[in-house]
């Protein structure tokens, strides 16, 4: 099992960036393919980005390429999020997931692939 604990969210204006964090504690945490993912109200759980176990390969949705980072530092623990020139379509509840299988070209961007869910932090951004 894995706990995963999301913080560094907030209020920002467009074009303002933020940094997301995402602690994570219980199994080895260098065993688990990692992402984000985010809800806005009303819609679906969409994925935003994702990373492997060694943080060597990284994979973003069409709408955050060239604008978020996802990178992970496996001796504490953390995969971040960093996002630039955010947009108010990017306000949503983010959430940190981990795959313990490993991350899987066909299957890395569907929420079902993954096992572990921290409770997500909001990112609002202001027009």
């Known amino acids: 099992q894995v706990q995963l604990v999301e913080s560094g969210g907030g209020l920002v204006q467009a074009g303002g960036s933020l940094r997301l964090s995402c602690a994570a504690s219980?199994?080895?945490?260098?065993?688990?393919?990692m992402a984000w993912f985010r809800q806005a109200p009303g819609k679906e759980r969409e994925f935003v980005a994702a990373?492997?176990?060694?943080?060597?390969?990284?994979y973003y949705a069409d709408s955050v390429q060239g604008r978020f980072t996802i990178s992970r530092e496996n001796a504490l623990n953390t995969v971040y999020l960093q996002m630039n020139s955010l947009k108010p379509e990017d306000t949503a509840l983010y959430y940190c997931?981990?795959?313990?299988?490993?991350?899987?070209?066909?299957?890395?961007?569907?929420?079902?692939?993954?096992?572990?869910w921290g409770q997500g932090t909001q990112v609002t951004v202001s027009s």
């Open positions: 219980g199994r080895t945490f260098s065993d688990n393919a």
């Open positions: 990373t492997t176990r060694s943080g060597r390969s990284s």
């Open positions: 997931a981990g795959d313990p299988s490993g991350l899987q070209t066909y299957n890395y961007a569907s929420a079902t692939a993954y096992d572990y």
